[in-house]
T-cell receptor, first 117, second 116 residues
Framework: DTGVSQNPRHKITKRGQNVTFRCDPI?????LYWYRQTLGQGPEFLTY????????KSRLLSDRFSAERPKGSFSTLEIQRTEQGDSAMYLC???????????????FGEGSWLTVV | AQTVTQSQPEMSVQEAETVTLSCTYD???????LFWYKQPPSRQMILVIR??????QNATENRFSVNFQKAAKSFSLKISDSQLGDTAMYFC?????????????FGTGTRLKVLA
């Protein structure tokens, strides 16, 4: 069990460029989440997948943001036409769904820092 | 909509002492889960403790315990025998127990510093 892995860990990009982050969840975890965290704030929910299906998206997720989990394993989060307000840490988390335990514990990765200049 | 409030942006405690972090939440749900997560300077968040709302007994994990007051919608974290490694941001989180949604709502966090 190597934990949730995210890359790149840091990305500096110019405004208007596209960026993509990758998340590899803990193996066997069927749920995968993306959160965004800015300085001084707690993580804000963006979206989550159960296997390959994207089941919920936050209104924070504008049309410039897209997330995929094509084979139900790793996931990518792409931000198109980046804006300075997109600067944040993007956290990925995963969990194992158990019908008898809906309050499943989620395990976070170390996050991917995005700086838009 | 659910909200989670942590009213203490920063706290400090002497090593080996006890400290309590506050958390209040607002919800109309009756069944839900509450969590405390720790985010050390390395930034990876890890679960400290969790409480199921339908359980009256307060959760305990070694030096960490909670005081869950459902009627008051309060969920405080007590850290006993504080250690230098407890220095971190602590986030309180809420998740409603309803099928089809597994979204965590986090508070803004409390920065805890344990002093030698």
């Amino acid at each position: 069990d190597t934990g949730v892995s995210q890359n790149p860990r840091h990305k500096i990009t110019k405004r208007g460029q596209n960026v993509t982050f990758r998340c590899d969840p803990i193996s066997e975890h069927n749920r995968l989440y993306w959160y965004r965290q800015t300085l001084g704030q707690g993580p804000e929910f963006l979206t989550y997948f159960q296997n390959e299906a994207q089941l919920e998206k936050s209104r924070l997720l504008s049309d410039r943001f897209s997330a995929e989990r094509p084979k139900g394993s790793f996931s990518t989060l792409e931000i198109q036409r980046t804006e300075q307000g997109d600067s944040a840490m993007y956290l990925c988390a995963s969990s194992l769904a158990r019908d008898k335990d809906p309050g499943n514990t989620i395990y976070f990765g170390e996050g991917s820092w995005l700086t838009v200049v | 909509a659910q909200t989670v409030t942590q009213s203490q942006p920063e706290m400090s405690v002497q090593e080996a002492e006890t400290v309590t972090l506050s958390c209040t939440y607002d919800t109309s749900e009756n069944n839900y889960y509450l969590f405390w997560y720790k985010q050390p300077p390395s930034r990876q968040m890890i679960l400290v403790i969790r409480q199921e709302a339908y359980k009256q007994q307060n959760a305990t994990e070694n030096r960490f315990s909670v005081n869950f007051q459902k009627a008051a919608k309060s969920f405080s974290l007590k850290i006993s025998d504080s250690q230098l490694g407890d220095t971190a941001m602590y986030f309180c989180a809420f998740m409603k127990r309803a099928s089809g949604t597994y979204k965590y709502i986090f508070g803004t966090g409390t920065r805890l510093k344990v002093l030698a």
